[in-house]
């Protein structure tokens, strides 16, 4: 006695539509890596249109990136990168002692010029010197303040403001030493 199979056949008609599903979704579902530069925290927007208050020279600090890479204060005195960070934390601390720094934080200002063939790492490296000169500066005025030693590091932290005593010092950082840079670029 022979028995015969019947043939049985798979039926592919949704097969389509599941692979059609499958593409959907790893198409929502995947993030696509994008190229990130740095953040900058912009002003938030003003409600009334308000005139600068001008600035006295002596508060205003001049860090030039000439297309050489070269860094000039003032314009005309040379400096090396390893000093960017106490040049801007003297700057910030002076309160009017020296007639060449700033009078005080709140009206201090950092002008980072540069040029359109100077490096792109050696820019975000100066910058970077010149907020933590900053961030120096700050921690050695909470240090004063509050008798408590802080480090850079923790000044960068408040930002986050993740408890209540963290919203405070960061706001009263921002009172005491707003970080005020202005950069520029020239096309020469």
Do not use: C, W
Request: aromatic share 8%; glycine share 2%; hydrophobic share 40%.
């Amino acid at each position: 006695m022979s028995l015969k199979r019947e043939k049985t056949t798979v039926n592919a008609s949704s097969m389509a539509d599941i692979a059609f599903l499958l593409l959907i979704f790893f198409l929502v579902s995947t993030q696509i890596a994008t190229e990130k530069g740095f953040s900058i925290s912009l002003p938030p927007k003003e409600e009334q249109k308000q005139e600068p208050t001008p600035a006295l020279d002596r508060d205003v600090l001049r860090i030039t990136i000439n297309s050489e890479n070269k860094i000039l204060i003032e314009a005309n005195k040379n400096a090396t990168i390893l000093e960017i960070k106490n040049l801007v934390k003297t700057h910030l601390m002076n309160y009017g002692k020296d007639a060449n720094y700033s009078q005080n934080p709140q009206k201090a200002i950092v002008v980072l010029s540069s040029q359109r063939q100077t490096n792109y790492n050696f820019y975000i490296e100066v910058l970077d010197k010149i907020k933590a000169g900053y961030n120096e500066a700050r921690a050695n005025f909470l240090t004063k303040k509050r008798g408590v030693k802080y480090n850079s590091i923790e000044v960068i932290d408040f930002a986050l403001q993740k408890t209540q005593e963290e919203k405070e010092l960061y706001q009263l950082l921002q009172k005491e030493f707003p970080i005020a840079i202005l950069e520029q670029h020239r096309t020469l």
